[in-house]
């Protein structure tokens, strides 16, 4: 149910904060969706942290309202507002709004059940992991190539870190 919840808010928010002209922004938004979508996929078997049915029935309905709802619209809400043209100083502050909101969602999340964490992962490891993700969500939207060479190297030190090999992928 969180999901759904969450889904509505980002809805919600997407429709009160988005830029109109959302289509500069569907390039990032469906780099973050195929973000989490790779991971749902390729660790399948060996999860870090696991989307739970929640009083849905099946853990897919909430997998997918996160790939194709949750990060696709809050990619949108989060470079439609972004300070492009600030200081230093406004843009770290603006990344931080956005890396407080969505620990404090998971949070919220884990102790309502509808996330859970396997294998040495936990709250901060998805704190180091918001921070890195938007760094390169506002990177794609600027240089998309770049964000995506970025990428490898912080996929390939998780997998290392975590010891997500090919025999546990799906």
Not at 2 to 19: E, F, M, P, R, T
Not at 58 to 63: L, N, S, T, V
Not at 106 to 129: D, N, P, Q, R
Request: hydrophobic share 55%; glycine share 4%; with cysteine.
């Amino acid at each position: 149910m969180i999901a759904i919840v969450l889904s509505i808010v980002w809805i919600i928010a997407a429709i009160k904060y988005g830029d109109r002209e959302w289509r500069k922004y569907y390039p990032s938004m469906l780099f973050a969706a195929l973000g989490n979508a790779l991971y749902e996929i390729l660790c399948y078997k060996y999860q870090m942290w696991q989307m739970e049915p929640n009083g849905l029935g099946y853990a897919i309905i909430p997998m997918l309202l996160l790939i194709l709802v949750g990060m696709p619209l809050s990619t949108w809400v989060f470079l439609s507002k972004y300070p492009f043209n600030k200081s230093f100083y406004h843009k770290v502050i603006y990344l931080f709004i956005f890396i407080v909101l969505f620990i404090v969602l998971e949070f919220l999340s884990v102790k309502m059940g509808a996330i859970t964490y396997h294998h040495g992962w936990h709250l901060g490891w998805s704190f180091l992991f918001v921070i890195v993700m938007f760094l390169v969500i506002r990177l794609h939207y600027t240089k998309p190539l770049l964000a995506l060479i970025i990428s490898l190297p912080f996929t390939i030190i998780l997998c290392t870190i975590f010891e997500v090999t090919l025999d546990k992928m799906k």
